[in-house]
């Protein structure tokens, strides 16, 4: 039974924490990949806070709808990666 709650949580954790994560790397990639592609700064804001909202929902579903917990958070965590490493090549392109 410990083990069980053990999954669970592990699950929760990675809807909350990683799908916060996800949330802010959608939001900030997207937004400056929009920014860059000519899009005004209030409409590539607001974008990519509707997509962050998306993707938040979207790793909640995915922790829980996995098989197991380990791949819930590699589901969350390397586009979460992916999404952080454009925003660095974006905002350091910038600079």
């Known amino acids: 039974m410990g083990r069980y ?5 592990s699950r929760a954790l990675a809807a909350i924490g990683g799908g916060y994560a996800l949330a802010c790397a959608t939001a ?4 400056l990949a929009l ?3 000519g899009s005004s700064g209030v409409d ?3 974008w990519a806070t509707m997509l962050a909202f998306i993707a938040h ?12 917990a380990w791949r819930a958070w ?4 390397v ?8 925003t660095f090549v974006l905002r350091g392109a910038g600079a």
């Open 79 to 86: 586009p979460a990666a992916l999404l952080g490493a454009l």
């Open 35 to 37: 920014a860059r592609a």
């Open 44 to 46: 590539a804001v607001m």
């Open 57 to 68: 929902a979207l790793a909640a579903l995915w922790s829980f709808g996995c098989a197991n």
């Open 5 to 9: 709650r053990l999954a669970v949580a």
């Open 28 to 31: 900030a990639g997207v937004g």
């Open 74 to 77: 590699l589901g969350i965590a």
